[in-house]
């Protein structure tokens, strides 16, 4: 049987290769799988991104490298660049709930440099992965990306009912 890709079409961004000692944020904290094995410096990659405004809790960091790697696919991570870096598990918003709405302020429109009638932003969710209990899924505050413009902030849907711990959606692994 062939795997169906479910994921949106993301635009294709110039990216560097990613340096071999980077690892998923996830590590121990949940069991290996075979989509979240370490990664290869030949296949990993990532882009840099300016947040302007930093991330909550860690507005000082305003440099971050959302770093994929087939491997983990479709998980990202979203990693600072100071030392030692800070690291989120991410994943596409529109994997998790493919009906979101995304409100931007104008103070985030014009961090990110864009407007509507520009191109499609990326929204990625961040992770959490607890010792105990379910993961989950921050869509109250997505992570946005302008690709084009390499900005990014992360914006809090106050207006909208989602959760921070959005639950991942839990299957029986295929027979």
Same mark, same amino acid.
């Given at each position: ?5 479910? %994921?949106?079409?993301? &635009?294709? +961004? &110039?990216?560097?290769?990613? $340096? ?5 944020? /996830? ?11 370490? $990664? ?11 947040? $302007? ?7 000082h960091l305003t440099s971050f490298r959302l770093v ?17 870096? +800070? ?5 596409? +918003?529109? #994997? ?5 709405? %995304? @409100? ?9 440099? /864009?407007?509507?009638? *520009?191109? @499609? ?16 899924? !921050?869509?109250?505050? &997505?992570?946005? #990306? !302008? $690709? *084009?413009?390499?900005?990014? +902030?992360?914006?809090? *849907?106050?207006?909208?009912?989602y959760s921070h711990l959005h639950p991942l959606r ?6």
């Open positions: 049987m062939t795997p169906i890709n479910c %994921l949106p079409e993301i &635009p294709v +961004v &110039p990216q560097s290769p990613l $340096p071999s000692e980077i690892s998923p944020p /996830w590590g121990p904290l949940i069991p290996r799988v075979a989509t979240m094995a370490e $990664p290869s410096s030949a296949s990993s990659c990532f882009t840099t991104y300016r947040f $302007p405004f930093g991330i909550p809790a860690f507005e994929t790697d087939p491997a983990w696919a479709p998980l990202a991570v979203l990693e600072s660049e100071s030392e030692p870096p +800070v690291r989120f598990a991410c994943a596409p +918003v529109a #994997l998790l709930m493919p009906d979101y709405r %995304l @409100e931007l302020s104008s103070d985030e429109k014009a961090a990110l440099q /864009w407007s509507e009638d *520009q191109s @499609e932003l990326l929204l990625y969710a961040i992770l959490t992965f607890p010792q105990s209990g379910p993961p989950t899924a !921050n869509l109250l505050a &997505p992570v946005v #990306l !302008n $690709p *084009q413009t390499r900005l990014g +902030v992360q914006s809090v *849907q106050a207006h909208f009912p839990q299957e029986s692994p295929c027979l």
